[in-house]
């Protein structure tokens, strides 16, 4: 009996573990710096790798918490499968609209590897982009058609001037994340 018990105790011992786990919060300056970008904190804000000068001098990175509310999603980790699919990078510090000048990330941006499976990604850049005046399912029709014109009118349009402010980009979207193409 005592044999059962005490193997009982270790169950009910691993699986509170186990909800304790499942239940845990998301808190961005907890995150390691390989999992920050692209994360949503249990509170809806996005993750934000940010840079503060160390001690000796030196550069250090932290994940804080932006002003940037995401409407539908809270207690988000981004896949690896879908930051490489969408031609993400966890190391990028602050949340810009700056990589939608690069053809090559449009393009990933726009594919239905990312654009059909990776919304939390897609959201991201659907508000920087309406931030920029620029509508993404437009642009990603036009990089398909034309990649070199997309980017042209893309520039054209100011988009990618600085950081993202600190107001929702959700209430500066005048609809909601694009459906799957």
């Known amino acids: 009996m005592a044999s059962s018990s005490g193997k009982l105790t270790l169950a009910l011992l691993l699986s509170s573990l186990f909800l304790h786990a ?17 994360s949503i904190a249990s509170s809806g804000k996005r993750c934000s790798l940010e840079t503060y000068a160390s001690r000796g001098g030196g550069v ?19 896949t690896d499968r879908c930051v490489r699919a969408c031609g993400g990078d966890r ?3 602050g949340i ?3 990589a939608l ?5 449009t393009a990933k941006l726009c594919a239905p590897a990312c654009y059909r499976r990776c919304p ?9 982009a309406a931030g920029e005046g620029v509508f993404l399912p437009d642009l990603c ?8 014109r997309a980017m042209i009118e893309l520039l054209s349009s100011g988009a990618a001037a600085g ?3 600190s107001q929702s980009l959700d209430d500066v979207a005048a609809s909601p994340a694009p459906s799957p193409m």
């Open 22 to 38: 499942t239940l845990a919060e998301i808190v961005c300056e907890e995150l390691p710096k390989d999992l920050c970008a692209f």
């Open 60 to 78: 250090e990175y932290q994940c804080r918490t932006s002003e940037v509310i995401v409407q539908r999603m809270a207690g988000y980790i981004e």
């Open 91 to 93: 190391d990028v510090v």
């Open 96 to 98: 810009s609209s700056d």
């Open 101 to 105: 000048l690069e053809p090559q990330f």
């Open 120 to 128: 939390n990604i897609v959201d991201l850049y659907f508000n920087l």
């Open 141 to 148: 029709e036009g990089q398909r058609a034309n990649p070199h």
């Open 163 to 165: 950081p993202a402010g």
